[in-house]
């Protein structure tokens, strides 16, 4: 007697779908070009910091600083101000340009350089620690910067991502483990001159300087810019997949699939993951859900069996 083939219905297609979708990424050329990229801005960082030091210093020497510090202390806020900053603007040598009369005028280009943790910044440079804590890190590449896409699951996503990154606060935020925001912060700040408003503070560099920032800022946004072709590249291949799912009725056709394009893929992914569509239909497994555990009316239990029922009829 043939073996009976075993029948598609929508969550063994996810199942199936998730497996392709992890296959893509971690084999995907962009995957290690994201992954580079970080490492990248991991080892410009690194140098950048011991530079900005240098640059800072060198226009508000320490003894500038102690000094305020001592005032402060003395004349409370009238001494002067300090603020612990990772956040610079500096200036490259003044250049000549034209005005839109032709006339000329002397121009001062600025580099806006950050060592904090912004949102889109940690879901690029996180996004596999995000992913890996079962949420999605790409909901805000995935509608192209078209805000009319925006919706309420856009939002709900968008406050658990910044909660694990430390950029919103939860009521069950343990306080005594830092976040990744928190760690961006104290990993490096300066002490500086003045209010905390980033711009009101210009340090004036040198050409060669000046472009070594922006060599920083250019590798700060190849993380992000890796993650959104990464995103791309596969979300293609999974349109074109689910298209084919659709068309699939039995697990076997998308078996073959797989094993086409060298996807591991066997039906053990679907009990793990389609365990309750799998399983749920026996005597046993269904009484164990309608018993009174967690007390439930008997309107609430025939309306479990009635789900049951008909999800046994699609499979």
């Given at each position: 007697?043939?073996?009976?083939r075993?029948?598609?219905?929508?969550?063994?297609?996810?199942?199936?779908?998730?497996?392709?979708?992890?296959?893509?990424?971690?084999?995907?050329?962009?995957?290690?070009?994201?992954?580079?990229?970080?490492?990248?801005?991991?080892?410009?960082?690194?140098?950048?910091k011991?530079?900005?030091?240098?640059?800072?210093?060198?226009?508000?020497?320490?003894?500038?600083?102690?000094?305020?510090?001592?005032?402060?202390?003395?004349?409370?806020?009238?001494?002067?101000?300090?603020?612990?900053?990772?956040?610079?603007?500096?200036?490259?040598?003044?250049?000549?340009?034209?005005?839109?009369?032709?006339?000329?005028?002397?121009?001062?280009?600025?580099?806006?350089?950050?060592?904090?943790?912004?949102?889109?910044?940690?879901?690029?440079?996180?996004?596999?620690?995000?992913?890996?804590?079962?949420?999605?890190?790409?909901?805000h590449?995935?509608?192209?910067?078209?805000?009319?896409?925006?919706?309420?699951?856009?939002?709900?996503?968008?406050?658990?991502?910044?909660?694990?990154?430390?950029?919103?606060?939860?009521?069950?935020?343990?306080?005594?483990?830092?976040?990744?925001?928190?760690?961006?912060?104290?990993?490096?700040?300066?002490?500086?001159?003045?209010?905390?408003y980033?711009?009101?503070?210009?340090?004036?560099?040198?050409?060669?300087?000046?472009?070594?920032f922006?060599?920083?800022?250019?590798?700060r946004?190849?993380v992000?810019?890796?993650?959104?072709?990464?995103?791309?590249?596969?979300?293609?291949?999974?349109?074109?997949?689910?298209?084919?799912?659709?068309?699939?009725?039995?697990?076997?056709?998308?078996?073959?699939?797989?094993?086409?394009?060298?996807?591991?893929?066997n039906?053990?992914?679907?009990?793990?993951?389609?365990?309750?569509?799998?399983?749920?239909?026996?005597?046993?497994?269904?009484a164990?859900?309608?018993?009174d555990?967690?007390?439930?009316?008997?309107?609430?239990?025939?309306?479990?069996?009635?789900?049951?029922?008909?999800?046994?009829?699609?499979?």
């Open positions: 007697m043939p073996e009976k075993l029948t598609l219905n929508s969550e063994k297609r996810k199942a199936i779908a998730d497996v392709f979708q992890n296959h893509f990424e971690q084999n995907s050329p962009k995957k290690k070009l994201h992954t580079k990229a970080i490492v990248d801005y991991n080892e410009a960082r690194t140098k950048m011991v530079l900005a030091n240098t640059v800072v210093r060198h226009h508000q020497p320490q003894e500038d600083v102690d000094t305020i510090r001592s005032m402060i202390a003395k004349y409370n806020s009238s001494g002067g101000e300090l603020y612990n900053d990772n956040c610079f603007y500096f200036t490259a040598p003044p250049r000549m340009s034209t005005d839109y009369d032709g006339n000329p005028k002397e121009v001062v280009d600025e580099e806006h350089v950050e060592f904090s943790l912004s949102k889109k910044f940690a879901r690029s440079y996180y996004r596999d620690e995000i992913k890996a804590k079962g949420l999605n890190p790409d909901f590449v995935a509608i192209n910067n078209n805000y009319d896409k925006r919706n309420p699951s856009y939002y709900a996503m968008e406050t658990q991502v910044n909660k694990f990154t430390g950029h919103e606060n939860s009521s069950n935020d343990n306080k005594t483990t830092l976040s990744y925001k928190d760690e961006w912060e104290k990993d490096f700040q300066l002490t500086t001159i003045g209010s905390s980033c711009h009101s503070r210009m340090f004036a560099v040198d050409q060669e300087t000046f472009e070594t922006k060599m920083f800022n250019t590798l946004e190849s992000i810019l890796t993650h959104e072709q990464l995103y791309s590249h596969v979300n293609s291949k999974m349109e074109k997949l689910k298209l084919g799912l659709k068309s699939y009725r039995y697990f076997d056709q998308a078996k073959s699939l797989a094993d086409k394009l060298g996807v591991a893929l039906e053990s992914i679907l009990n793990e993951s389609s365990s309750m569509a799998l399983s749920v239909y026996s005597p046993e497994n269904l164990s859900l309608l018993e555990k967690v007390e439930q009316t008997r309107e609430e239990k025939i309306a479990i069996a009635r789900s049951i029922m008909k999800q046994a009829t699609v499979n």
